[in-house]
């Protein structure tokens, strides 16, 4: 594929909820386009984007793949996204290097929750958006009714530029609203023509309508148009381009990718109002504490910026960029500033799915892909040396769900640190954490799909198999009474034996305070040399478990008296001594659970409000009060037991048809109604 300069490049996004036909348009467009000879299906597994086994398998895009075409003297860079809740990771990210969001709705289905939620993302990156209704060759598909629910839900700037001919099966082609023509699609080709009776007057009143929504935006043509003089399609093109890039205006046109009809004209559509990587202001770096806005220019010191990393078991990482400024050549070397390192960018290629096109350079605009960076994640900057500037980072969705994973073997245990650094560095949107209490290595991700998904890719890029488990609640214990005893430790197995006797006080502590350990011991009851031992085996007993088998926390032990032998007493006697008698303790101070208690912020439009609340009273949870958030949403903010939310993620979205969304963080521990308690465990003291 040839070099094209910045003015004539397109950056577009693919998005939408699952299912709206995403993949299927990007196959389209790439078949129009001559790219490919061959469209392929999702439901065969054969399409350009969605190349791995998981994809194939589901029939779901399940992260972001590209797709460059060339077009009318442009060169189109298709980023098609996945539509499913739990990868809005790859959205993300394909939203930041995009320079327009073409947002596929289904005819059949209408304005779906994926499609709201990315549409807020563009919305905040002032991201320019064209919206493609697809599908209106499908039974039940209804254009106007779609229309209605994109002007209902994204209010003002929303432009038809097409209608429909014909209807569902009857689906044949599209009523151009700028030029007054209808296009016509059969067998693969098309003709221009009249548009049909029954559809003109239809046609010449949203044509008037969507002339005078443009004229408004220029002054000059506004005093023309109200003087009689009608601005030439041109003209209207033209203004119309500026109110796409100035994300003030969102154009609607309409086809099937299926059939292939107005494929063509999308691709026109992308071109002559779409904005180009100049069109868009520049990009915001910081060096140091200073800010300073790139500007995309071929010419100027190259700058690129890595938004994708794909993990590849036989060529090693692939690092996809943008140039952001100057051009980037084969075995050029720029500078990681977050590392430090020196990159050479190897062999540079253009990506059309799988399939690896070399590329003689990527200038201001472009994107392209390269292997082996040593020491590049995504999120990070690509910079001259010398020159430490740095981009945004994208940052990852908060992990909502959890499961806790075991090497299945020794062989996989020895791969699995590596192996699992590695699937990270593809997907930012998953955490691994140890967590020390309850002894489980934990995989965090944005839902149930997206960990299978992960796991899967575990075993077939790297080999590594893990059993799973659920995720064990970190309890803990603590007493709510004053309690003495001795503890004893008396051996004896001929020659020297062991003897040590230690005499102990324990209280509560206020929440959060630990335990602190008070040696009181006057006379010599006890010699200065074997206290320590006594601490240490109160502080291991309490760390492996008390009555119920969860680490002790918020005790005060006082060590007030004892008793040696000259011979026989030692570090370890006194450290039983130490640990038999906090157990004695323990079970006399009236011991209790602690439970963790996490603050839960729901994010729900007001009208699953009540049923939210509703539900988190039912998990124990106390309402601390509700704030609007605008967009007809509510935030609810609520203390609830950790037990409670561990598949919150899952229940959510059930709940609200996946409008609603969390964010959980840990607050304190408070004690666990004792009905409760006896479900979980029974005391140690009566297993005995």
Same mark, same amino acid.
């Given at each position: 594929?040839?070099?094209?300069?910045?003015?004539?490049?397109?950056?577009?996004?693919?998005?939408?909820?699952?299912?709206?036909g995403?993949?299927?348009l990007?196959?389209?467009?790439l078949?129009?386009?001559?790219?490919?000879?061959?469209?392929?299906?999702?439901e065969?597994g054969?399409?350009?984007?969605?190349?791995?086994?998981?994809?194939q398998?589901?029939?779901?895009?399940?992260s972001?793949?590209?797709a460059?075409?060339?077009?009318?003297?442009?060169?189109?860079?298709?980023?098609?996204?996945p539509?499913?809740?739990?990868?809005?990771?790859?959205?993300?990210?394909?939203?930041?290097?995009a320079d327009?969001?073409?947002?596929?709705?289904?005819?059949?289905?209408?304005?779906?929750?994926?499609t709201e939620?990315i549409?807020?993302?563009a919305?905040?990156?002032?991201?320019?958006?064209?919206?493609?209704?697809?599908?209106?060759?499908?039974?039940r598909?209804?254009?106007q009714?779609?229309?209605? =629910?994109?002007?209902?839900?994204?209010?003002?700037?929303?432009?038809?530029?097409?209608? !429909?001919i014909?209807?569902?099966?009857?689906?044949?082609?599209?009523?151009?609203?700028?030029?007054?023509?209808g296009?016509?699609?059969?067998?693969?080709?098309h003709?221009?023509?009249?548009?049909?009776?029954?559809?003109?007057a239809?046609?010449h009143?949203?044509?008037?309508?969507?002339?005078?929504?443009?004229?408004?935006?220029d002054d000059?043509?506004?005093?023309?148009?109200?003087?009689?003089?009608?601005?030439?399609?041109?003209?209207?093109?033209?203004?119309?381009?500026v109110?796409v890039a100035?994300?003030s205006?969102?154009?609607?046109?309409?086809?099937?990718a299926?059939?292939?009809?107005?494929?063509?004209?999308?691709?026109?559509?992308?071109?002559?109002?779409?904005p180009?990587?100049?069109?868009?202001p520049?990009i915001?770096?910081?060096a140091?504490?200073?800010?300073?806005?790139?500007?995309p220019?071929?010419?100027?010191? !190259?700058?690129a910026f890595?938004?994708?990393?794909?993990?590849?078991p036989?060529?090693?990482?692939?690092?996809?960029?943008?140039v952001?400024?100057?051009?980037?050549?084969?075995?050029d070397?720029?500078?990681?500033?977050?590392?430090?390192?020196?990159?050479?960018?190897?062999?540079?290629?253009?990506?059309?799915?799988?399939?690896?096109?070399?590329?003689?350079?990527? !200038?201001?605009?472009?994107?392209?892909?390269?292997?082996?960076?040593s020491?590049?994640a995504?999120?990070?900057?690509?910079?001259?040396?010398?020159?430490?500037?740095?981009?945004?980072?994208?940052?990852?969705?908060?992990?909502?769900?959890?499961?806790a994973?075991?090497?299945?073997?020794?062989?996989?245990?020895?791969?699995?640190?590596?192996?699992l650094?590695?699937?990270?560095?593809?997907?930012?949107?998953?955490?691994?954490?140890?967590?020390?209490?309850?002894?489980?290595?934990?995989?965090?991700?944005?839902g149930?799909?997206?960990?299978?998904?992960?796991?899967?890719?575990?075993?077939?890029?790297?080999?590594v198999?893990?059993d799973?488990?659920?995720v064990r609640?970190?309890?803990?214990?603590?007493?709510?009474?004053?309690?003495?005893?001795?503890?004893?430790?008396?051996?004896q197995?001929?020659?020297?034996?062991?003897?040590?006797?230690?005499?102990?006080?324990?209280?509560?502590?206020?929440?959060?305070?630990?335990?602190?350990?008070?040696?009181?011991?006057?006379?010599?009851?006890?010699?200065?040399?074997?206290?320590?031992?006594?601490?240490?085996?109160? =502080? =291991?007993?309490?760390?492996?478990?008390?009555?119920y088998?969860?680490?002790?926390v918020?005790?005060?032990?006082?060590?007030?008296?004892?008793?040696?032998?000259?011979?026989?007493?030692?570090?370890?006697?006194?450290?039983?001594?130490?640990s038999?008698?906090?157990?004695?303790?323990?079970?006399?101070?009236?011991?209790?659970?602690?439970?963790?208690i996490?603050?839960?912020?729901?994010?729900v439009?007001?009208?699953?409000?009540?049923?939210?609340?509703?539900d988190?009273?039912?998990?124990?949870?106390?309402?601390?009060?509700?704030?609007?958030v605008?967009?007809?949403?509510?935030?609810?903010?609520?203390?609830?037991?950790?037990?409670?939310?561990?598949?919150?993620?899952?229940d959510?979205?059930?709940?609200?048809?996946?409008?609603?969304?969390?964010?959980?963080?840990?607050?304190?521990?408070?004690?666990?109604?004792s009905?409760l308690?006896d479900?979980?465990?029974k005391?140690?003291?009566?297993?005995?």
């Amino acid at each position: 594929m040839k070099t094209y300069p910045t003015p004539k490049i397109r950056n577009v996004a693919l998005v939408g909820h699952s299912g709206a036909g995403k993949t299927t348009l990007a196959e389209a467009l790439l078949f129009r386009a001559g790219a490919i000879t061959r469209a392929g299906r999702v439901e065969d597994g054969t399409t350009v984007c969605d190349f791995e086994p998981e994809e194939q398998k589901r029939h779901l895009s399940l992260s972001l793949a590209l797709a460059p075409f060339e077009w009318e003297g442009h060169k189109i860079n298709l980023i098609d996204t996945p539509g499913y809740a739990d990868f809005i990771g790859d959205v993300h990210a394909a939203l930041r290097v995009a320079d327009l969001a073409v947002f596929v709705v289904s005819a059949v289905d209408g304005v779906e929750v994926q499609t709201e939620a990315i549409w807020r993302i563009a919305s905040e990156l002032n991201l320019p958006r064209m919206i493609f209704i697809n599908k209106l060759d499908r039974e039940r598909a209804n254009f106007q009714r779609t229309l209605d =629910e994109l002007r209902s839900r994204f209010g003002a700037g929303i432009a038809p530029l097409e209608l !429909p001919i014909g209807e569902e099966a009857g689906f044949r082609g599209v009523a151009d609203l700028l030029t007054d023509k209808g296009f016509f699609y059969e067998g693969g080709t098309h003709t221009e023509g009249p548009i049909p009776d029954e559809l003109a007057a239809l046609e010449h009143e949203v044509h008037d309508n969507l002339v005078e929504g443009i004229v408004v935006a220029d002054d000059d043509m506004l005093e023309r148009f109200l003087e009689g003089d009608v601005p030439s399609p041109a003209e209207l093109e033209h203004t119309l381009a500026v109110g796409v890039a100035a994300a003030s205006v969102f154009p609607v046109i309409c086809g099937s990718a299926a059939t292939q009809v107005a494929i063509d004209r999308l691709a026109d559509f992308i071109c002559e109002i779409g904005p180009s990587p100049a069109d868009r202001p520049g990009i915001e770096v910081t060096a140091g504490t200073t800010t300073q806005d790139i500007a995309p220019d071929a010419d100027g010191q !190259p700058l690129a910026f890595v938004f994708k990393t794909i993990a590849d078991p036989y060529v090693g990482q692939l690092s996809l960029f943008k140039v952001l400024s100057g051009t980037v050549k084969p075995d050029d070397h720029l500078v990681n500033p977050r590392t430090g390192s020196d990159e050479r960018l190897h062999a540079l290629f253009a990506l059309r799915g799988k399939d690896q096109d070399p590329v003689t350079s990527v !200038p201001a605009g472009d994107l392209a892909a390269v292997s082996k960076l040593s020491a590049t994640a995504t999120g990070d900057t690509l910079a001259p040396k010398g020159t430490p500037v740095r981009v945004a980072t994208i940052a990852p969705p908060p992990p909502v769900l959890a499961v806790a994973i075991k090497a299945r073997t020794q062989a996989d245990d020895d791969k699995l640190g590596s192996a699992l650094q590695r699937l990270q560095e593809e997907d930012q949107a998953l955490v691994l954490e140890r967590s020390d209490e309850t002894k489980q290595t934990l995989l965090r991700g944005t839902g149930e799909t997206h960990l299978t998904i992960a796991l899967e890719r575990l075993h077939r890029k790297f080999g590594v198999d893990v059993d799973t488990d659920d995720v064990r609640v970190p309890y803990r214990e603590t007493i709510t009474a004053n309690a003495e005893a001795e503890g004893k430790y008396k051996k004896q197995s001929g020659g020297h034996g062991q003897f040590g006797v230690a005499f102990l006080r324990v209280e509560p502590l206020p929440r959060g305070e630990g335990f602190q350990f008070v040696d009181a011991i006057v006379g010599g009851a006890i010699p200065r040399q074997f206290i320590p031992a006594v601490q240490k085996g109160i =502080e =291991e007993t309490m760390a492996s478990g008390g009555l119920y088998g969860f680490p002790v926390v918020d005790v005060k032990v006082t060590c007030y008296d004892g008793k040696y032998h000259s011979v026989d007493s030692s570090e370890m006697s006194f450290k039983m001594a130490g640990s038999l008698g906090f157990k004695d303790a323990m079970a006399k101070a009236s011991a209790v659970v602690l439970e963790p208690i996490t603050v839960l912020k729901v994010t729900v439009p007001a009208e699953y409000q009540g049923d939210v609340m509703g539900d988190i009273n039912a998990r124990r949870g106390r309402v601390q009060g509700t704030d609007a958030v605008g967009g007809g949403e509510q935030e609810v903010t609520a203390l609830v037991p950790t037990s409670e939310i561990m598949r919150y993620a899952i229940d959510l979205r059930s709940m609200t048809g996946g409008r609603g969304r969390f964010t959980a963080t840990h607050s304190h521990y408070d004690p666990m109604p004792s009905h409760l308690v006896d479900k979980l465990a029974k005391p140690k003291a009566e297993a005995h």
